[in-house]
């Protein structure tokens, strides 16, 4: 009788940890987006805006070996996502996240107007108002050496780190790591506010030409 009521009280302990355990267990991570919660009615992830520039926008939410991913196709086009984020980098440094190349933009440089596409764009803004947020984006581009840094030549507040470049790794999936908080230290030399906003973007119109990519799993992490 005793063993059943020790193992009585055992359960109950149990179920009573999974019933109080945190909906996050891993608070080491930051989830952003893992593309698994479907698309309204315009095929735009839910949680996410579309911003159309140039052009019109294809976007399709894919299924690969049990992974969501965000597919964006530019024809001359010019489009991106954003989604609304809060979070402190100096608790979440590390910015995470996946994504592969399949067609890069003919002659992309973002170094000029003229020549600023890229088949993949992911930019974090800092600060509550749209003309004086700062903006640290990170680029696949056509030929610039990787780490080449820059001002974005369409909007000054944005600073540009190449992390991809060049079709060497075209049609594979990459992981990128960032210390954003030190990216934004760096590149803008003060310390960051909050982190508001993150942008996903392609485009193709400045070389009248295609790109296409894919943008998988986006976290920020303590480590």
């Given at each position: 009788?005793?063993?059943?009521?020790?193992?009585?009280?055992?359960?109950?302990?149990?179920?009573?940890?999974?019933?109080?355990?945190?909906?996050?267990?891993?608070?080491?991570?930051?989830?952003?987006?893992?593309?698994?919660?479907?698309?309204?009615?315009?095929?735009?992830?839910?949680?996410?805006?579309?911003?159309?520039?140039?052009?019109?926008?294809?976007?399709?939410?894919?299924?690969?070996?049990?992974?969501?991913?965000?597919?964006?196709?530019?024809?001359?086009?010019?489009?991106?996502?954003?989604?609304?984020?809060?979070?402190?980098?100096?608790?979440?440094?590390?910015?995470?996240?996946?994504?592969?190349?399949?067609?890069?933009?003919?002659?992309?440089?973002?170094?000029?107007?003229?020549?600023?596409?890229?088949?993949?764009?992911?930019?974090?803004?800092?600060?509550?108002?749209?003309?004086?947020?700062?903006?640290?984006?990170?680029?696949?581009?056509?030929?610039?050496?990787?780490?080449?840094?820059?001002?974005?030549?369409?909007?000054?507040?944005?600073?540009?780190?190449?992390?991809?470049?060049?079709?060497?790794?075209?049609?594979e999936w990459v992981c990128e790591k960032r210390n954003i908080y030190n990216d934004y230290k760096d590149l803008f030399e003060k310390e960051p506010p909050e982190a508001k906003l993150i942008s996903l973007y392609i485009n193709s119109q400045h070389t009248k030409s295609r790109a296409e990519s894919y943008f998988g799993e986006i976290y920020f992490s303590k480590k």
């Open positions: 009788m005793k063993n059943i009521r020790n193992q009585a009280s055992l359960i109950a302990l149990i179920i009573l940890f999974f019933l109080f355990m945190p909906a996050n267990a891993d608070n080491d991570r930051l989830i952003i987006e893992s593309f698994s919660k479907g698309v309204d009615e315009k095929g735009v992830p839910l949680g996410w805006e579309l911003k159309e520039k140039v052009g019109n926008p294809i976007i399709k939410l894919e299924k690969e070996d049990d992974i969501y991913a965000l597919h964006l196709i530019s024809e001359q086009s010019s489009f991106g996502l954003t989604k609304k984020i809060n979070i402190d980098i100096k608790k979440y440094p590390y910015l995470n996240f996946r994504w592969k190349a399949i067609e890069l933009p003919r002659n992309g440089d973002f170094r000029k107007k003229e020549t600023d596409d890229q088949a993949a764009q992911i930019y974090v803004a800092f600060g509550t108002f749209k003309l004086t947020a700062k903006i640290v984006g990170y680029l696949w581009e056509n030929k610039l050496p990787k780490l080449t840094t820059g001002v974005s030549p369409a909007w000054s507040k944005t600073r540009l780190i190449v992390l991809e470049s060049g079709s060497e790794k075209i049609g």
